[in-house]
């Protein structure tokens, strides 16, 4: 019995995974959600029950148009993975017969 279940083990330990095309990491670079959407949902549905009417939804246009002028954060550096990835990924997979 103790040969059968190193014999499995010694193959589970051997066992490669099949190649993969290319190394790539999917939207490394998530943009965030524009914060001023929820407040501009707020406006539109206020405006749509009360008839567009400027006494009832002005504390919610108010808020609209702070966010609005309210200075943009730094645009973000974009993410280099994949460029690293295809960069390394030759090295990673080793000799490899050409086509």
């Given at each position: ?33 524009n914060p ?64």
């Open positions: 019995m103790s040969s059968s279940g190193s014999k499995s083990a010694r193959t589970a330990a051997t066992m490669r995974l099949p190649p993969l095309p290319k190394l790539r990491v999917k939207r490394p670079n998530k943009t965030d959600a001023c959407l929820g407040i501009m949902s707020s406006v539109l549905t206020c405006w749509a029950s009360s008839g567009y009417s400027i006494s009832g939804c002005a504390q919610i246009e108010q808020q609209l148009r702070i966010c609005m002028d309210a200075p943009k954060p730094p645009k973000q550096r974009k993410n280099t993975i994949n460029y690293h990835l295809a960069r390394l990924y030759p090295q990673l997979i080793g000799p490899h017969k050409r086509k």
